[in-house]
C-alpha cells in the first residue's frame, strides 16, 4: 500500500520518539469525545487499540487509521 | 506532596492557581511505555477508568475533584457506585494517589502541567520582553531631533487677518472673466494673469482668503454657474407645500392601506412594481404564455406579490421585500410556468395507471363489471344467432 506523504509527516509529527520509547500527543478533544461515547471497558480497549498501534513497527491499516484520528500533530489548534 | 509548578511557586490544586489568561491544553503527551507498564496487567474497564481521570484531569486542567458525585461526573460514569469502585482499585494499585485536600492526581499529569505552566510562562516573558524593547524603539524614533510634524509650535504661524498677510488679490477680483479677451482664437479661454512659480505656492492661501472676502460680504453660498447659464430652481428654492405622496391619487385604487394600483404601477411606501416591466419580461421570455394573456398574468401576480409585501413592511419585515421587484414576479411566473409544464410532460407519458400516480382518474370497479357484462351478453347472442344460422331456419323479414 502506498501511504499518503501527509498522514506520515502528521504521524512522524506526532509521534517523538524517546529514550524511553515513544511519546504520542494525543488530542485532548477527540479522546474527551470518546470518553464521552465509550463505556470504561470499551475505553480500556481503545486505549489498548492506541498503545499498541502506537509502539507497532509495522502499522497496519486500522492503526494507522486510529492514531490519525486520534493524535493531534502538535500544531497550533484553530 | 505535590511537585511545585514553575519558579518558586505554591503547587497547583485547582485551575484557579494557574496563571491568569493561559489558554487550555489542546493535547498532552503520552509516554507509552510507561502507560502499558502501568496497566498491562489490568482489566479492561480499569484502563478505561484510569485513561477517562487522565483525560478528565488533563481537560480541567486540574486534579480529580474530592467530591465523588462530581468527579463520577467528569469521569463519564453514569453510577457513583461505579466510581467508588474503581476509585478504589486505582488508590490502591498507585495509579492515582490522594492530595491531603482529598483530590485525586498522578504524577505524570502534574508533570505535563508543570511543563505546560513553564512554557506559557516562558513565552509571556519572551512577549513582555519583545514589546519592551519595541516600545523603546518606538521612543526612540520619536525622540530624534528634527522637525515635529504634529507640534502646532514648529508650524509658521500667519494671521490670516492682518492685511499686511494678504496677497494682492484685489486686482484679480476686478478681472471681468465673462469677457472674452482672447482675440486669436474662437474659443472661451480666458487669459490668467502671469504668475510666477513661487506665488503658486501661495494659492491655497488665496483661496482661503477669496472665500473669507466672500463671506465677509455676507454671500452664504458660491456660484458656479457661469452666468449666461439660467440656475434651475430647486426644490427648497420652490414655493410649494409639502406633498403627501402616499395618498391614492387619480385613477390610482388603494387595494389595501397604503398601496395603490393602477394601470401600470404599483405603490407602496416599501417598494414599487411596474406592471408594464413585468409583462415586457414575461412576453421576451418564451416560456409559452399567450401574448394576450400576459398583461392579465404580471398584473395579478404583481398585485399579489405586492400585498404579500406591503404585508411584510407593516409588521415590519422589511427584508422580505426583494431588492428588484419586477425580476422577482417575473421568476416566479416562470417558475410556476415550467412546474407546470413538466406537470402536463409527465402526464402526457403513455405509462400504465398505477394507483399512486397522480392525476390520473381511478377506474370504477362497478363500471367495469357492467361492461363486462354487457361484453359477455353480446358475444352469447352472437353466438346464437351464428347457431340459428347454421341449423338453417333462417327468415327474411324484409319481405
Not at chain 2, 322 to 332: H, L
Amino acid at each position: 500500500m502506498r501511504l499518503d506523504p501527509d498522514h506520515v509527516q502528521k504521524l512522524s509529527r506526532a509521534i517523538e520518539e524517546s529514550p524511553n520509547g515513544p511519546e504520542v500527543k494525543f488530542d485532548l478533544a477527540f479522546m474527551n469525545e470518546a470518553k464521552r461515547r465509550l463505556s470504561l471497558w470499551e475505553m480500556g480497549l481503545l486505549t489498548h487499540a492506541l498503545t499498541r498501534a502506537s509502539i507497532a513497527k509495522r502499522r497496519s491499516v486500522e492503526q494507522r487509521a486510529l492514531l490519525a484520528l486520534f493524535v493531534h500533530d502538535g500544531g497550533e489548534a484553530t | 506532596m505535590t511537585d511545585l509548578i514553575g519558579h518558586n511557586n505554591p503547587p497547583i490544586e485547582t485551575a484557579a492557581d494557574l496563571p491568569s489568561g493561559m489558554p487550555k491544553m489542546h493535547y498532552f503527551k503520552c509516554d507509552i511505555a510507561a502507560a502499558r507498564k502501568a496497566t498491562f496487567d489490568k482489566p479492561l474497564d480499569v484502563r478505561g477508568a484510569f485513561w477517562s481521570a487522565m483525560l478528565a484531569m488533563y481537560e480541567y486542567m486540574e486534579p480529580l475533584p474530592a467530591d465523588d458525585s462530581m468527579a463520577q461526573m467528569r469521569l463519564g460514569i453514569k453510577d457513583v457506585r461505579t466510581y467508588r469502585a474503581v476509585k478504589k482499585i486505582m488508590l490502591n494499585l498507585g495509579m492515582l494517589y490522594q492530595l491531603p485536600s482529598g483530590r485525586l492526581s498522578n504524577q505524570r499529569f502534574e508533570d505535563e502541567i508543570a511543563a505546560y505552566v513553564t512554557e506559557f510562562r516562558n513565552r509571556q516573558e519572551a512577549a513582555k520582553i519583545r514589546e519592551e524593547k519595541a516600545r523603546v524603539a518606538r521612543g526612540t524614533r520619536g525622540n530624534r531631533p528634527g522637525i515635529d510634524r504634529e507640534s502646532t509650535s514648529n508650524r509658521p504661524r500667519i494671521d490670516l487677518k492682518s492685511p499686511a498677510n494678504r496677497p494682492p488679490i484685489e486686482d484679480r477680483l476686478n478681472v471681468d472673466l465673462s469677457k472674452k479677451t482672447n482675440e486669436n482664437k474662437g474659443d472661451a479661454t480666458t487669459i490668467v494673469p502671469e504668475h510666477t512659480p513661487q506665488t503658486d505656492h501661495e494659492a491655497p492661501l488665496r483661496a482661503r482668503v477669496l472665500e473669507l472676502e466672500l463671506d465677509s460680504k455676507g454671500k452664504k453660498e458660491r456660484e458656479y454657474a457661469p452666468p449666461h447659464t439660467t440656475r434651475m430652481p430647486r426644490r427648497d428654492d420652490r414655493d410649494l407645500p409639502p406633498v403627501d405622496v402616499w395618498v391614492c391619487r387619480p385613477g390610482e385604487e388603494e387595494i389595501q392601506p397604503g398601496l395603490f394600483v393602477n394601470c401600470n404601477m404599483i405603490r407602496h411606501r416599501g417598494f414599487t412594481v411596474s406592471i408594464d416591466s413585468v409583462a415586457m419580461q414575461l412576453a421576451t421570455a418564451s416560456i409559452g404564455i399567450p401574448k394576450e394573456d400576459v398583461p392579465t398574468i404580471a398584473r395579478n401576480e404583481s398585485i399579489a406579490q405586492a400585498m404579500q409585501w406591503a404585508a411584510d413592511y407593516d409588521a415590519g419585515r422589511q427584508s422580505n421585500i426583494p431588492t428588484n421587484t419586477a425580476n422577482y414576479v417575473r421568476g416566479v411566473v416562470i417558475a410556476a410556468q415550467n412546474k407546470k409544464a413538466a406537470h402536463t410532460n409527465s402526464m402526457s407519458k403513455s405509462t400504465p395507471y398505477r394507483p399512486s400516480s397522480y392525476g390520473r382518474e381511478k377506474p370504477d370497479p362497478q363500471a367495469a363489471a357492467l361492461d363486462a357484462l354487457e361484453e359477455v351478453n353480446r358475444r352469447k347472442e352472437a353466438k346464437k344467432a351464428q347457431a340459428d344460422f347454421i341449423d338453417g331456419t333462417f327468415t327474411r323479414i324484409d319481405r
